[in-house]
């Protein structure tokens, strides 16, 4: 959903019409978060990516303009599988393909029907998408502290919150999506950057640690910023 600044030209171009069939709005939420959400931030969707345009700014102005809805499906449609790429070496670069078939009806329909919205999804929505980093907290055994990734490609770790015995302590992060993402640590005098992993790979650091708070984050642009990180407390 790259050129989204670009939406009003493209709704005055495109008429009302959104994408044909019946869409599942449950399975379009979980597909928005797992292949959109780590670039674009979505009230409704609980996404914060900051890589490519909020997708909530990006079409206010088309709302406000009595733009109906069923033409911002069709627009994001056409944008999901004819993306407005930039240098592909850009962080807001949006591959092709990255959802296609009745996947992408599906996101589009999504997409169209909360954006701009308030609030919170409701019924099945509401339930659809774990909330990012919700885990309880994590504590470490026999000095490794293991914070996977969200496997849906969220912004954020299982949980934002974890604990660890003073001492020599080896941090992992594996990442089930294909998202890439990575595991560092910083405060009390320590800075460590782990791999950037993806697709089931495992990011991981050794460091010594005093008692004291610190913090775990993804160094990915935008991640961070996005919300991936959380605290360590060692005692």
Same mark, same amino acid.
């Given at each position: ?24 709005? +449950? ?110 907290? =994590? ?43 990575? +595991? ?12 950037? =992993? ?38």
């Amino acid at each position: 959903m790259g050129a989204c600044g670009a939406a009003a030209a493209v709704l005055a171009a495109c008429g009302s019409e959104g994408p044909p069939g019946d869409a599942n709005l +449950i399975a379009g939420k979980q597909m928005f978060v797992q292949k959109c959400g780590s670039c674009h931030v979505l009230n409704r969707a609980g996404t914060t990516g900051r890589q490519g345009p909020s997708l909530d700014a990006a079409f206010s102005r088309s709302l406000a303009d009595g733009f109906g809805r069923s033409a911002i499906r069709g627009v994001v449609h056409s944008q999901i599988l004819n993306p407005a790429n930039l240098d592909p070496d850009s962080p807001a670069y949006m591959p092709a393909d990255l959802v296609t078939g009745k996947g992408a009806q599906d996101v589009a329909a999504y997409v169209a029907s909360v954006v701009g919205r308030g609030g919170e999804d409701t019924g099945l929505l509401a339930s659809a998408v774990k909330p990012a980093g919700s885990g309880k907290p =994590v504590a470490a055994k026999a000095g490794v502290l293991a914070l996977p990734a969200d496997p849906n490609g969220q912004l954020a770790y299982i949980s934002e919150k974890a604990t660890a015995e003073a001492g020599e302590l080896e941090l992992t992060s594996e990442n089930e999506s294909s998202v890439p993402h990575n +595991i560092a640590l910083e405060g009390g005098g320590v800075e460590e950057i782990g791999e950037v =992993v993806q697709g089931g790979g495992v990011s991981r650091i050794t460091v010594a640690v005093d008692a004291g708070e610190y913090q775990f984050f993804c160094t990915v642009q935008g991640h961070r910023e996005g919300g991936m990180e959380g605290t360590l407390t060692v005692k």
